[in-house]
């Protein structure tokens, strides 16, 4: 994964995991790649900082995804969020560590059961089975140990290849909420060359620009992803979002998902305007 951007996925209340980049490398490589992000570190001690803001640099949820998906990056985390991704505690699971359990238990008493003859023969006394009070006895002399870190998230994580994990912690990023069928419309948006920014100071999901967005002014408030054939699209929704569009001089934009996942786009803007 030498060449692929490290994304840190932080836990943060009420979120589903915070995607951060920390590298200026890395930064100036997703810039390369049209993912500009926001720039949010500053300094408590300095509060004019707030006007020249430094790394890290924070992605939406979409641009990590998509990230991944194009194999341009891979995702840090652990804790919750890493469990979340490797599932929950299975059938399968608890069978697999009864069995090691008693796989372990059983070595352990065919060496008690060895040394105990060996004590005898020093002895001198050659009866080996001492009947059920030796089998109580042998079964209390056994332990079980607790290990540092987590057996089952181990074998979980021994179960998948780097890439299926990967691809199971950006689903359970985008299982919460709309965020799945808005990435879908993210990546069709960043198919067609756009840069694509957090949209809710001009009331829309994302606003999109032509280019680098140092270099361009954006053209599209672009809204959240409306399910194609269920949801309906508000009459005074359409009218304001036209006018606010007009207003902030960029195309107000609508995108719905079909069956297939396939996205289409609705521009609506005020004729007679500018």
Not at 12 to 31: D, E, H, Q, T
């Amino acid at each position: 994964m030498d060449d692929k951007v490290p994304i840190s996925l932080v836990q943060a209340p009420g979120s589903s995991g915070v995607p951060l980049v920390f590298s200026i490398a890395a930064i100036k490589r997703l810039r390369e790649l049209g993912v500009a992000g926001i720039l949010t570190g500053t300094l408590p001690a300095a509060t004019q900082q707030n006007a020249f803001l430094g790394i890290p640099l924070r992605l939406m949820i979409e641009e990590a995804a998509w990230l991944v998906e194009e194999g341009f990056a891979y995702l840090v985390c652990g804790g919750k969020l890493l469990e979340d991704a490797v599932g929950n505690l299975g059938a399968e699971d608890v069978a697999m560590m009864q069995k090691k359990a008693e796989e372990s238990f059983e070595e352990q008493r065919a060496f008690k059961r060895q040394q105990h003859i060996e004590k005898l023969q020093r002895l001198g006394i050659t009866k080996q089975d001492g009947g059920e009070e030796d089998s109580r006895l042998l079964e209390a002399s056994l332990f079980v140990e607790t290990k540092n870190e987590s057996t089952l998230l181990k074998h979980k994580e021994a179960q998948f290849d780097i890439a299926v994990l990967q691809k199971k912690i950006v689903d359970n990023l985008l299982s919460h909420g709309k965020n799945h069928n808005d990435y879908l419309m993210y990546r069709a948006l960043r198919s067609q060359g756009y840069f694509l920014s957090p949209g809710a100071r001009f009331g829309g999901r994302f606003i999109a620009y032509p280019g680098d967005p140092l270099r361009y002014h954006s053209h599209l408030t672009v809204q959240a992803c409306l399910d194609y054939r269920h949801e309906p699209l508000d009459l005074l929704q359409l009218v304001s979002g036209g006018r606010l569009g007009t207003g902030v001089k960029k195309l107000w934009v609508v995108g719905g998902v079909k069956d297939d996942e396939e996205i289409e786009f609705f521009s609506v803007e005020w004729a007679g305007f500018g």
